[in-house]
């Protein structure tokens, strides 16, 4: 045995370290290395919940958006739904639309980000497609080779779903026009006309470029699982085999419907399922179950706290930090339903709305255009890299299709009042259950003589890069890293192994060869200075960690988001 | 009963000056109210503000000029312990449903005051310069708070301890101010009513009492007052 | 003027960019329009150097806010930047050898490498970026490193620094009160430190994406940059929102304000707007591409480009007169003392009318 280490993990959010306890697999192929146990530890502590506490209820959403300034959005409402809770006022119908409106494009920059920038680069590679690989060769190789024309143009849409959040908020990362039982942003026929523009644009691109740039994914998967089955001699699907977890799924709810906020609250109140909102609530463990609060408990025995393990989030004291503690290994700590490790995420949030099958129309809200259905089945009820990825994709696309309904909507709503103002409580709590991108986020709120008396944040990447509990429960990811093939082998070298064809014609770059698309990459690589990427050496072994790095971007990590 | 006599009692000079101030003053508080609670005066109390502002300064400037030259003995600062000597009894007999006499007097033979002012005015008037002082300096400062920064930078240690930035303290100052500016003028006014002064800040004269050796020693007098007044 | 002769002749096209007029050019226009109108002028000019910038992008106490507003730049964007205008005609592209853990490639040990090739990087092209605050030691490891010993190394061999957005150059959200892990700002922690280093204060939270394009041109093409006491550039923080940029002026002036918020127009000051106490050029410039700013679309502005952030400037929704309010409330605390004041007026002239007529009374 031996432990892997990767430190920095990157292009995700914040400061994690992963580390791979290896065993030994024999098969009639040879002996491979796989993960036995993987521990993940969040490396960075900022204490957001201490600095809350004392402070004016109405500030806690604006600074609890500063918990992460990938995900701010999502932060900002489920501090708003909490603090909402606790002054007792809700939020008029048009507030609610626009929020739905702003938070919709929120979301289409996120899963875009996620699924070209930083899931992108590995996927695009393994799936011997330029279009999703970073456009290495710049300008030129976009045009000359599509190399990374997908990649280019997620930045410009992601960038123009930013836009539609700064329309309605004033500003992206940290949009700042919520309050209390309503919004600040004026909603008038000027900003819904320029969202339904830019929404145009977008929306034809995810149809057209996100979908397809999946699928393009999900008919390599089949060659890369002949393929590593083969090397191996396992039994290997593809993608939907790597990153198994544990079945668990839960899911707070999304985009209420602004004629039912009280379904939408009943949640706080008994168990249930949002059923009138977009996405359902749900903790899913192979069935639909309704979701209940009172099933949410923290561990901290492997975090570095003090505190008391096992609270509800009403009852959890402010984190006392202690970076010597024994046995701790992480400064997040560990949630779980019904002491069950959970997963959350987009898969979670498909899962407990619409089931394994997913079938979504896709129809041009502008044109009429009838582009068919974007159709899925979950391919791994445990979960899986490709899963994953096609819950995102789904949810884009659904989200995207959405935002013309909430604009029609709004426009009706023009003229009423967007905001019934409430500025104070003198005691109260409350809580916001809202989904993030990366899953289910908590927030709890607790007010007493007018200030913050208690403040408690349990969030998406806290629940999937877990350390593990007082149980010993590993964590949802460290959970799926479990038996992940760590080949001895070079990027370039996987490619071949799996492509070994030579079709990759290079004329346009104005070299008259074909080579196959390993030895296409490795000069790339190596003049990039990449030649090692994902190279981890231990004991004089080289390890490639490029599935196991599928494996836990899968989950779309955010560690500031998960300490905070 | 004693005598009295007319005199004039302010100069034209000096009522112009106070007039003015004070009608700059009622017009600087209306905007102000304006500026800071949105109470609706005219269309443009910012750029109305600031003009007064200066305006106001500008009398203040002129009215301390002759107050410094001319009434200096009656307000000199070494006035104050007998002043405020003066109110307490003043406050102690008006409990009692007493009053003190009215120690001002004129002399006619030598053609001046032996008494000009209320000893209470004294202490009005030193409030009133230092109000003036910090909410010129702290208007001055939001007016262009780079040129007048020396008052945001004297500010700062004050500020840092309230744990806001210095800005705000300084137009919480300059709005805290304004209510004890407001404070100070009503009860001023009024006594300036019930002393029987307000025709003599109109039309400049007023009948004022002739002064008797005895004015000096009545018993209830404070023994501050003599020699410290005037003489 | 110099500025207004400045958009004069912006207007006729006849101003060329050059390392002399830049800094003005950009106070003139605001960042975005500056960018927009003058992209091919900056491309130009960094192609004639011909040469490859390396810059390491280093994240610390953040949230990574500052990173995704970077991504949001559009004229030119992020990928023209990086692949175009930072690496000249070198060709060399988004995932060259430097260092930013949130878009570069590599992870784990290549990631650490990446830092050491960034510092045997050509002298006088090393740019740093620092995201986030400085923390005590412990609370912010990286490759089992303490973020502290990044930061000392790398400021060696760095030719220009620039701290973004609250955090990096403030300590912004970390070191609110109480300040539990002892965050703090880049310049601060280096001043501890003893490093004698200028640092580019870039704050807002997050940096706003077009001052900071706009930092780096200037860095790369040697124009003089004119820092602040708060090592802010003047070119974007010598304007007070409320006095010298907002458009909602006229009707602070008017005494026109919202007082429910998104419902009417006007001034935002009654709720909590800290345009008087900000000094930013955010209605210029705005966010997102030029597309709008926290008044422009309903908000108060809440200061986030000055130091003392958020603890001087909270509550947000408080007016900024009110600000002492956790201690005493002028207002109140004034109405107050004028209520009884009046008060105390009232009784005396009653008891003395009432005297006055007693004494009538017995002398009849
Ligand atoms: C009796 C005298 C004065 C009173 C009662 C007064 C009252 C006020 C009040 C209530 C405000 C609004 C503050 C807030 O927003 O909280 C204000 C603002 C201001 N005052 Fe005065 N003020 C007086 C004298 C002056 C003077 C002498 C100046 C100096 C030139 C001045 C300059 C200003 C300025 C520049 C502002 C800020 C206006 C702005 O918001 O830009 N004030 N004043
Ligand atoms: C903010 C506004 C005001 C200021 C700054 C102010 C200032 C002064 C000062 C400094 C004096 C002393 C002059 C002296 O000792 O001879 C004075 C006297 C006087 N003020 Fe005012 N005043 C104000 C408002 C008023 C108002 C509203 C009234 C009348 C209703 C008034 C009536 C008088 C009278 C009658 C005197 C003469 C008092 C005396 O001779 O003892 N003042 N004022
Ligand atoms: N985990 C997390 Fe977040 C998200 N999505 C959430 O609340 O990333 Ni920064
Ligand atoms: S208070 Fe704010 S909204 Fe009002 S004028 Fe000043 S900066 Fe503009
Ligand atoms: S307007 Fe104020 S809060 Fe908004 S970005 Fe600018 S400085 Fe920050
Ligand atoms: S809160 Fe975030 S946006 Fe930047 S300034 Fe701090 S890292
Ligand atoms: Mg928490």
């Known amino acids: 045995m031996s432990s892997v280490v990767i430190d920095p993990v990157t292009r995700i959010e914040g400061h994690l370290r992963v580390e791979m306890r290896t065993k030994t697999l024999e098969t009639s192929t040879g002996n491979w290395t796989v993960v036995d146990e993987a521990y993940c530890s969040g490396t960075m502590f900022r204490g957001i919940e201490i600095i809350l506490k004392g402070r004016d209820p109405r500030d806690a959403w604006i600074i609890t958006q500063r918990i992460c300034g990938v995900c701010p959005a999502p932060h900002a409402e489920a501090s708003m739904q909490a603090i909402e809770a606790a002054f007792n006022v809700k939020p008029t119908p048009l507030a609610i639309l626009v929020r739905n409106i702003l938070h919709g494009a929120y979301y289409i920059y996120d899963h875009i980000i996620h699924t070209y920038l930083l899931i992108g680069p590995e996927l695009g590679v393994l799936a011997k497609y330029p279009p999703m690989v970073p456009p290495a060769l710049g300008k030129e190789g976009i045009a000359k080779l599509s190399l990374g024309s997908s990649y280019a143009q997620a930045l410009d849409i992601q960038r123009k779903a930013n836009e539609i959040v700064a329309m309605w908020g004033g500003k992206f990362p940290h949009h700042q026009t919520e309050y209390p039982g309503g919004m600040a942003v004026k909603p008038t026929a000027e900003r819904i006309a320029k969202t339904l523009s830019k929404m145009t644009e977008i929306w034809s691109w995810i149809a057209n470029v996100m979908v397809r740039d999946f699928m393009k994914i999900l008919e390599a998967n089949e060659r890369i699982g002949e393929a590593i089955s083969t090397i191996l001699d396992v039994d290997f699907r593809g993608l939907q085999d790597l990153g198994a977890s544990t079945g668990n799924f839960l899911s707070y709810g999304l985009f209420p419907d602004h004629e039912n906020y009280d379904d939408w609250l009943s949640i706080l109140y008994s168990p249930g399922y949002r059923k009138s909102a977009l996405i359902n609530a749900g903790a899913w463990d192979g069935e639909r179950k309704a979701f209940d609060l009172k099933k949410i408990e923290e561990y901290v025995r492997y975090s570095w706290y003090e505190n008391a393990s096992g609270l509800h989030p009403s009852e959890e004291d402010l984190p006392k930090p202690n970076k010597e503690k024994d046995e701790a290994y992480s400064w997040l700590k560990a949630p779980r339903y019904d002491k069950r490790v959970y997963e959350v995420g987009p898969l979670a949030r498909m899962i407990n709305t619409f089931g394994t099958k997913w079938k979504i129309p896709m129809i041009n809200p502008v044109t009429g255009e009838d582009l068919g259905y974007f159709e899925y089945e979950v391919q791994n009820p445990q979960g899986s890299v490709i899963d994953r990825v096609a819950a995102r994709v789904a949810l884009t696309l659904l989200i995207a299709t959405k935002m013309f309904d909430w604009l029609q909507e709004a426009k009706s709503y023009l003229g009423e009042k967007v905001t019934v103002k409430k500025d104070k409580v003198r005691e109260g709590e409350g809580f916001g259950l809202w989904e993030a991108p990366r899953g289910a986020l908590l927030h709890y709120i607790r007010v007493r003589d007018y200030r913050i008396d208690r403040y408690q944040a349990v969030v998406p990447s806290t629940w999937n890069f877990s350390p593990r509990d007082d149980f010993g429960q590993p964590g949802a990811a460290e959970r799926a890293l479990e038996g992940t093939w760590l080949p001895e082998m070079s990027v370039a070298k996987i490619c071949d192994a799996i492509y070994p064809e030579k079709d990759v014609d290079l004329s346009p770059l104005g070299i008259p060869k074909k080579v196959s698309w390993g030895e296409a990459l490795a000069p790339a690589l190596k003049q990039l200075g990449l030649a090692r990427l994902n190279i981890e050496k231990v004991n004089g072994s080289e390890y490639n960690t490029t599935l196991a790095l599928l494996v836990i971007r899968s989950f779309d990590p955010c560690i500031a988001c998960a300490v905070h | ?231 | ?364």
């Open chain 3, 1 to 364: 003027m110099i500025i207004n002769q400045l958009l004069v002749d912006l207007k006729g096209g006849s101003v060329k960019l050059t390392r002399r007029n830049f800094v003005k050019l950009v106070s003139a226009l605001g960042a975005s329009a500056f960018l927009t109108t003058y992209k091919s002028d900056i491309v130009a000019a960094l192609e004639e150097t011909k040469d490859y910038w390396h810059i390491a992008w280093l994240n610390g106490g953040a949230c990574t806010g500052c990173t995704i507003s970077f991504a949001q730049t559009a004229d030119p964007d992020i990928l023209q930047i990086l692949t175009e205008i930072l690496v000249g005609n070198s060709g060399m592209p988004i995932v060259l050898p430097d260092y930013m853990e949130t878009i570069h490639l590599a992870s784990g040990s290549l990631a650490e490498e990446f830092k050491e090739r960034w510092k045997r990087g050509k002298d006088g092209r090393r740019i740093l970026i620092v995201e986030g605050a400085i923390q005590d030691p412990g609370y912010c490891v990286i490759a089992g490193k303490d973020f502290r010993e990044h930061v000392l190394d790398a400021v060696k061999y760095a030719d220009a620094i620039i701290a973004v957005g609250q955090c990096a150059t403030f300590g912004g959200i970390p070191a609110a009160k109480p300040n539990p892990t002892n965050a703090k700002g880049l310049a601060d922690f280096l001043r501890e430190e003893g490093v004698n280093k200028e640092v580019i204060n870039l704050p807002l939270c997050p940096v706003n994406a077009d001052q900071l394009v706009v930092t780096l041109a200037a860095v790369v093409i040697g124009a003089e940059i004119e820092l602040d006491d708060y090592g802010r550039p003047k070119m974007f923080f010598s304007t007070n929102m409320h006095n010298d940029l907002c458009p909602y002026r006229p009707y602070y002036d008017k005494g026109q304000f919202v007082e429910v918020p998104g419902e009417g127009e006007g001034c935002k000051y009654k709720i909590g707007c800290k345009g008087p106490i900000t000094w930013t050029d955010c209605p210029l410039r705005k966010w997102n591409n030029g597309t709008s700013y926290c008044v422009e679309a309903g908000a108060p502005c809440i200061g986030c480009s000055e130091p003392g952030w958020p603890d001087e400037f909270s509550p947000f929704y408080e007016e900024v007169s009110n600000l002492t309010s956790a201690i005493i409330d002028p207002t109140k605390l004034g109405t107050g003392i004028f209520g009884a004041t009046l008060a105390g007026i009232g009784v005396h002239a009653v008891r003395r009318s009432l005297k006055s007529k007693k004494e009538v009374e017995e002398n009849e």
């Open chain 2, 1 to 231: 009963m004693g005598d009295f006599v007319e005199v004039e009692r302010h100069s034209k000079f000096v009522r112009v000056c106070h007039w003015g101030i004070v009608i700059t003053c009622l017009f600087l508080t209306l905007t102000g109210v304006q500026l800071a609670f949105g109470v609706k005066v005219i269309d443009d109390a910012q750029a109305l503000h600031i003009r007064l502002g200066f305006i106001f300064l500008g009398l203040w400037i002129l009215f301390s000029y002759f107050a410094l030259t001319e009434e200096w003995k009656w307000i000199s600062p070494k006035r104050i312990p007998y002043s405020v000597k003066f109110v307490i009894e003043e406050a102690i007999a008006w409990i009692k449903g007493d009053h003190v006499d009215d120690p001002r007097a004129y002399d006619p033979k030598r053609r001046e005051y032996v008494e000009k002012v209320i000893p209470s005015q004294v202490l009005v008037w030193w409030t009133y310069v230092a109000l003036t002082l910090v909410i010129g300096l702290t208007g001055l400062a939001l007016y262009d708070p780079k040129t007048y920064n020396f008052v945001l930078k004297a500010s700062e240690q004050l500020s840092n301890l309230l744990g806001v930035d210095s800005y705000a303290f300084i137009r919480a100052t300059h709005r805290f101010v304004m209510f004890l500016y407001a404070a100070i003028a009503v009860t001023h006014a009024y006594a300036a009513t019930i002393f029987g002064t307000l025709g003599s800040m109109i039309h400049g004269k007023r009948k004022e009492k002739v002064a008797t050796v005895g004015d000096l020693k009545r018993k209830h007098v404070p023994k501050a007052i003599a020699g410290a007044g005037g003489r």
